[in-house]
Nanobody, 120 residues
């Protein structure tokens, strides 16, 4: 089992920035890809960004490219999501996810989520 705990959400004005953190505990963090997903009210959960175990490979949703950056510090079992130039449409609950490298993201470990509200 992998336990994931997110933090860093909150209320921010449009154009502002937030940094989300997700710390993993439980079984070894080694070999896991990490990701961020989000779910806005009345919508399905959607992909935001993922990062490989080494950090050498990242992927982003088109809607956040150039504004969000995913990174990780394996020594701290932590993954980050730096969110800049926030827009009202970024308002959502953001979830951290972990998945062994090489597997699809159909059934990852999930955190409990952290709320991000962007006011216009």
């Amino acid at each position: 089992q992998v336990q994931l705990v997110e933090s860093g959400g909150g209320l921010v004005q449009a154009g502002g920035s937030l940094r989300l953190s997700c710390t993993a505990s439980g079984r070894t963090f080694s070999g896991y890809a990490m990701g961020w997903f989000r779910q806005a009210p009345g919508k399905e959960r959607e992909f935001v960004a993922t990062i490989s175990w080494s950090g050498g490979s990242t992927a982003y949703a088109d809607s956040v490219k150039g504004r969000f950056t995913i990174s990780r510090v394996n020594a701290k079992n932590t993954v980050y999501l730096q969110m800049n130039s926030l827009k009202s449409e970024d308002t959502a609950v953001y979830y951290c996810a972990a998945q062994p490298m090489g597997r699809s993201w159909t059934n990852p470990y999930w955190g409990q989520g952290t709320q991000v509200i962007v006011s216009s």
